[in-house]
């Protein structure tokens, strides 16, 4: 089990960008998949974006193509998900989640305002 713990999250305008960051406390950050999920009230919880161990593989899920980018850091143990171009639909609190091991962040709000 990992310990991941985001930031960045906030309130922003639509058309308006933010940038997430995780953190991953544990072993082997550079052998997990990291992906950010989101959830709102009432709401599933989705897959937004997951980058493989290798950046070989990297994922988004359709709402989010062009406007989201997903990067990792290996120094420093950490993923980030850019997001421009915001609108009402992304307000969300988005999670990190680890895998290997399956972990999850507490996760941070994203409110986007119309």
């Known amino acids: 089990q990992a310990r991941l713990v985001e930031s960045g999250g906030g309130l922003v305008q639509a058309g308006g960008s933010l940038t997430l960051s995780c953190k991953y406390y544990?072993?082997?950050?550079?052998?997990?998949?990291m992906g950010w999920f989101r959830q709102a009230p009432g709401r599933e919880r989705e897959l937004v974006a997951r980058?493989?161990?290798?950046?070989?593989?990297?994922y988004y899920t359709d709402s989010v193509k062009g406007r989201f980018t997903i990067s990792r850091d290996t120094g420093e143990n950490t993923v980030d998900l850019q997001m421009n171009n915001l609108a009402p639909e992304d307000t969300a609190v988005y999670y990190c989640?680890?895998?290997?091991?399956?972990?999850w962040g507490q996760g941070t709000q994203v409110t986007v305002s119309s």
């Open positions: 989640n680890s895998d290997p091991p399956q972990s």
């Open positions: 544990g072993r082997a950050f550079n052998r997990a998949a």
């Open positions: 980058i493989n161990w290798g950046e070989r593989s990297i």
